[in-house]
């Protein structure tokens, strides 16, 4: 079930570029059903990530953790801030939705079994900070926090999302 929280935590990241995309619908046709429906599943997808972090902040145990290393992992918000261009670039290559729909589910398959996933921007805006922390038993995680951390001795407790993520 972890794992199912971590790829949606990673595919909700993908929820403005469905705006962008209804965006795109409505100056190439108006307002239609199409538009409608994008933005309603964007809209849905953009409160995905704030409702899975809730659950995990009520209901996660808090675990003691020593941390060796810390860096931040934020530079990574870039691949996602060119995904949100991605539905116009679509509209002029002229690219089909059922291969878009397609692409996403190889995606979320794929990050089923990737240990990582990269910033989330809708939270990076809500002040969560991404960061790659090595335990000192030597495990790397990632870790999301709401502050900025400086120093690996800083963290101590922490919830788990997933086997390789954490939530301070």
Not at 78 to 85: P, Q, R, T
Not at 145 to 168: D, F, T
């Amino acid at each position: 079930m972890r794992n199912c929280l971590k790829s949606i935590l990673f595919l909700s990241a993908f929820s403005p570029a469905l705006l962008a995309l209804a965006g795109v619908r409505y100056y190439s046709v108006g307002l239609d059903t199409v538009f409608y429906q994008l933005a309603a599943v964007a809209v849905m997808g953009m409160t995905l990530p704030f409702l899975i972090l809730s659950l995990v902040r009520k209901q996660a145990e808090i675990i003691n953790f020593k941390a060796k290393k810390v860096e931040s992992a934020d530079y990574l918000l870039l691949v996602f801030l060119g995904s949100y261009i991605a539905p116009i670039i679509m509209k002029v290559a002229e690219i089909n939705f059922e291969i878009t729909a397609l692409i996403v589910g190889i995606l979320f398959v794929a990050v089923w079994f990737i240990s990582y996933i990269p910033t989330h921007p809708l939270l990076y805006i809500a002040k969560f900070r991404f960061y790659k922390v090595e335990s000192d038993s030597g495990m790397v995680y990632v870790l999301m926090a709401k502050r900025v951390i400086r120093s690996p001795k800083s963290i101590k407790e922490v919830k788990q999302i997933s086997n390789s993520m954490l939530m301070e």
